[in-house]
């Protein structure tokens, strides 16, 4: 088994390509070892010091590290990691556990235009996310402000307030009027 690597625009994050599916569907965010519980690759990676989370997207696992450890020490004990869990045969997410496509459920009387935002969420922006090893879901529309949640390589990345800015307000305000700021939410 051949595991790629490639950097990510947050420094602090590394994003391992191990060749075949993580997950079938969805994504799954893992912010400490206490919440890996549900995956045996997860629980397996955060074994290795200075793990501080693991992020699942349909190909990739980027890992995010503690500040006070080099990647230089951690990257060998990562791939190894991976590697031990695909060639064990077990699960990367234990159980029954469904992933879902990470966007939050909204109705109302602005239902048509959260609509046409995840629709160019999962169209224009969450695949371009993906290639630096995170993702971006709708998380909810209040008065012209679009709230999205940040994972994986975003979350933290020095980069992500102008993705966000600059990126994904942008294309949403010039796509549907009715948006008028996109701002950051911590889940």
């Not at 420094?11 to 400490?32: E, I, R, W, Y």
């Not at 602005?110 to 969450?126: G, H, M, N, P, S």
Request: glycine share 10%.
């Amino acid at each position: 088994m051949f595991i790629q690597t490639e950097s990510t625009p947050n420094p602090a994050t590394l994003k391992f390509l191990p060749g075949q599916t993580v997950l079938d569907v969805g994504t799954a965010d893992f912010v400490s070892a206490d919440a890996a519980t549900q995956s045996p690759l997860a629980e397996r990676i955060f074994g290795v010091t200075g793990v501080k989370g693991v992020f699942f997207g349909n190909d990739f696992v980027t890992v995010t590290k503690d500040d006070a450890v080099d990647w230089d020490h951690m990257k060998p004990a990562i791939l190894g990691a991976i590697m031990e869990h695909f060639q064990s045969g077990q699960p990367v997410m234990a159980g029954d556990v469904m992933q879902a496509s990470g966007h939050r459920d909204h109705d109302g009387e602005d239902a048509d235009i959260v609509v046409q935002i995840k629709e160019l969420l999962d169209t224009r922006v969450r695949p371009a996310v993906a290639q630096d090893g995170g993702d971006i879901t709708f998380h909810g529309f209040e008065r012209g402000v679009v709230y999205l949640h940040m994972q994986g390589a975003c979350a933290g990345c020095p980069s992500s307030t102008l993705t966000l800015k600059m990126g994904i307000e942008n294309l949403l305000r010039h796509y549907i009027p009715e948006v008028t700021e996109v701002r950051p939410v911590a889940v």
